[in-house]
Structure formats: structure tokens, C-alpha cells
């Protein structure tokens, strides 16, 4: 009698069907499976050995006590300790002898960009060429002065903040307050008559505006309208206006006033050898004197 062929055992489906193509329900290989399972085990020893979980007032720390802060500030602290010997030969000696020194010059140069894109790059621009309300550092327009002395001094106390008690400070007062509408119409189509880049936008008030400008502004500009460096008053006769020199913007300079501040980076901020680090980076830029 002949054999019965063995029925082939059917392996059963996951009973989903696609166009009459139905899924089988085959287990997963084994080896896939504790891979799976490793990875779970190694994920979970991950988040307790590493920082992982976000609390209240920050992560948990891990138990390898692993940071990458502390890493860039070990690295930060090798690199400060490789250049401490000429960081202290950059803090010790005369500002305007920095230039004579070519390796001390050169080092000054590159590390003031370094700290220069870091902290002043925010206002004045990674170029430095300054933004609206924030001073062009390439040009010969100082408002306190662009000698090697007087970039250190700025940058070390700042301009009128309230955190350093040595900072610059001015205040051009708001003449909104003091002045009637006619007469700051005078005086701004004077000053717009001033600078060789803006035409008054009547000339016929130019005349009373003068006597405006002598009477309330002369005492900070000069009678030239020439500025003075030493309160931060700025040139009427150049073409270089900080805020704009359009009537509109002018008006509003001469009703409301500007009161631009800059904060101290000396202190907790920047060490003394950044601080004239940045201004050697700053002063040979093209605009220092």
C-alpha cells in the first residue's frame, strides 16, 4: 500500500490581506530579537550612567559624572595655561608698545578677533563695520576718542551702564521737553544743513535754526558743530551718522534724544590681557588714531 504524502504544516497568517496577498505570522529570528533586548538593557544604563532626564532645575547628572561643559572647560583651561607666560607679557606692558613686539602684536591681533567675534560681534558686527545705533569701528568717527588708551578705557568700563561707576557717560537731553515744535524744526533743518550728505528739507529755517543750534546745542557740538570726544558728543559735519541722518530720523534725535549703552567688559567679563588683546584688534582695524 502506498505512502500518504505528509500534509506540509501551514504556517498560520496575522489574518491582514493586501490585494489577496496575505502576511504570514513567522516569529522573529531569534538574533534580531536580542539585539532588540541588548539595546533596551544598554539604552537604560545609558540614561543612569550619562546625563539623560530633564528635571526642575536641570538633567541628571549620570553617575560617571561625564559633562561636556566640563570638558570645554578643561580644554579652555589647557589652552589659558599654555598661554599664560605671554597673556601676563600682554597685561604688563605699555598699550602703544604692543606694535613694537612683532610675536606679541601678532598674538594680540588674533586672539582680540577671537574675543572680539565672541563679545562685541553681537552690536558692532562680526566685520565690525556697526549697524543702527551701534558705531562703526573701521571708520575715523570716535565718539570717545580712538587712541589705544581710549579703545582700552571704552571697552573696559563700557558707556553710561549702571554696573561699572567709571563708565563714559552723557546724556543729550530730550528737547522735545524743552524746545516748541518751531524751533526743533528750525534747528534740525540746520543741523541737516551742517553735514555735506543731507540737504535741509527747508532751507528758508536754516537761519533761525542756527541761533536754535548755538543756544542749546553748541555747548556739547562746538559752535562748528565739530563734536567733542570727551562727552561722547559726535561730529554734525561729517557724513557719519549713527542713528540717520534723514529729517525724519534727526527730528526724532533732537525730540526724544539717544541714550546708546554699551556694558563693562572688565572684571568678571574679560581678563586684562583679552581686554588689550581686543583693542589692539579693534585700534588696527583701519579707523583707530
Sequence with gaps: MARQ???????????????????YNNPLPRWWLWIFYACIVWGIWYTIAYPAWPMVQGATQGYLGWSTRANVAEEIATAEAANSE????????????????????????????????TWCAQCHGSGAAGAKGYPNLQDDAWLWGGTMEDIHYSIAHGIRNEDDPDARYSEMPAFGDILEEPQIEQV?????????????????????????????????????????????APNL???IWLYGGD???????????????????????????????????????????
Aim: hydrophobic letters at 35%.
Design 188 to 232: 534740525v533743518n540746520y543741523v541737516m544743513s551742517m553735514s555735506p550728505a543731507y540737504e535741509p528739507q527747508d532751507a528758508s529755517l536754516v537761519s533761525a535754526g542756527e541761533e536754535v543750534y548755538l543756544d542749546n546745542c553748541a555747548a556739547c557740538h562746538g559752535d562748528d558743530g565739530k563734536g567733542d570726544i570727551f562727552q561722547g
Design 5 to 23: 504524502p505528509k500534509k506540509k504544516n501551514e504556517v498560520e497568517t496575522t489574518g491582514h490581506e493586501w490585494d489577496g496577498i496575505e502576511e
Design 86 to 117: 605671554i597673556n601676563e607679557r600682554l597685561a604688563s606692558v605699555e598699550l602703544t608698545a604692543i606694535a613694537d613686539d612683532p610675536e606679541l602684536a601678532g598674538y594680540a591681533r588674533s586672539a582680540g578677533e577671537a574675543v572680539f567675534k
Design 247 to 289: 529729517y525724519e530720523t534727526v527730528k526724532e534725535t533732537v525730540m526724544n534724544s539717544r541714550f546708546g549703552v554699551m556694558p563693562p567688559m572688565g572684571g568678571a567679563q574679560l581678563t586684562e590681557a583679552k581686554i588689550r588683546a581686543v583693542t589692539t584688534y579693534v585700534h588696527q582695524l583701519g579707523g583707530g588714531e
Design 237 to 239: 559735519t561729517d557724513a
